[in-house]
Nanobody, 123 residues
Framework: QVQLVESGGGLVQAGGSLSLSCAAS????????MGWFRQAPGKEREFVAA????????NYADSVEGRFIISRDNTRNTVYLQMNGLKPEDTAVYYC????????????????WGQGTQVTVPS
């Protein structure tokens, strides 16, 4: 049974930083592309960032490019999202995701989802 468990969400002031983690189990982590998505109230879930199996390649949504950094540790089966320069519009539930194809992350639905963690940036 695949499990993706996010942690690290919370409330942070605008301009601040927050780091999310996602611990994976039940899948071949080093063979999986990993990603982060988010869903704000009343909006559709949107792609945030993705990282290839090896961690060499990354991809970001334009809205977070230059502020967020995705990384992974294949020895710990964990993917991270470092969020800097947070804005009120970053407020959302953040979901970890796993997929077989890095290039298609954000294009088609991933294979697995986490349960989400709330990030709130007050205006």
């Amino acid at each position: 049974q695949v499990q993706l468990v996010e942690s690290g969400g919370g409330l942070v002031q605008a301009g601040g930083s927050l780091s999310l983690s996602c611990a994976a189990s039940g899948l071949s982590f080093s063979s999986s592309a990993m990603g982060w998505f988010r869903q704000a109230p009343g909006k559709e879930r949107e792609f945030v960032a993705a990282i290839s199996r090896s961690g060499i390649a990354t991809n970001y949504a334009d809205s977070v490019e230059g502020r967020f950094i995705i990384s992974r540790d294949n020895t710990r089966n964990t993917v991270y999202l470092q969020m800097n320069g947070l804005k009120p519009e970053d407020t959302a539930v953040y979901y970890c995701a796993a997929a077989r194809n890095f290039q298609l992350m954000g294009v088609i639905p991933p294979d697995y989802w986490g349960q989400g963690t709330q990030v709130t940036v007050p205006s």
